[in-house]
C-alpha cells in the first residue's frame, strides 16, 4: 500500500491498525465463501455497501478482484458442502 492510501484510511482503521488492501481483500474472500456466484458490478455494490466511508472508494477494485481470486473455488466448495 502506497503512502497516500495510507494517510487517506479512515480514522476508526487507522487506530484499529488496519491496512486498506488486507482489509478488503479479507472481506472479499470471506464474501465468496458465503455468498452464490456474483458478477463484477454485484461485487462491487456490496463493496460500496460494505465500505461506507469515502476514503474507501480506492479499493473497490482491489475488492473485486480479491473475489473473483476466491469465488471459483470458494462457491463450488461450498456448494459442495451443501
Known amino acids: 500500500m502506497d503512502f497516500m492510501m495510507a494517510e487517506s484510511r479512515p480514522e476508526s482503521c487507522y487506530r ?10 479479507n472481506t472479499a474472500r470471506k464474501l465468496a465463501q458465503i ?4 458478477s463484477n458490478g454485484e461485487a462491487a455494490q456490496l ?7 469515502s ?5 473497490r477494485s482491489h475488492f473485486v478482484e480479491s473475489y473473483r481470486d476466491a469465488a ?3 462457491v463450488e466448495a461450498a456448494a459442495a458442502a451443501a
Open 72 to 74: 471459483p473455488e470458494e
Open 55 to 59: 476514503a474507501c472508494s480506492p479499493m
Open 35 to 38: 455468498s452464490g456466484p456474483l
Open 16 to 25: 484499529a491498525g488496519l491496512e486498506c488492501a488486507e482489509c478488503s481483500g
Open 47 to 53: 463493496f460500496f455497501r460494505i465500505y461506507s466511508d
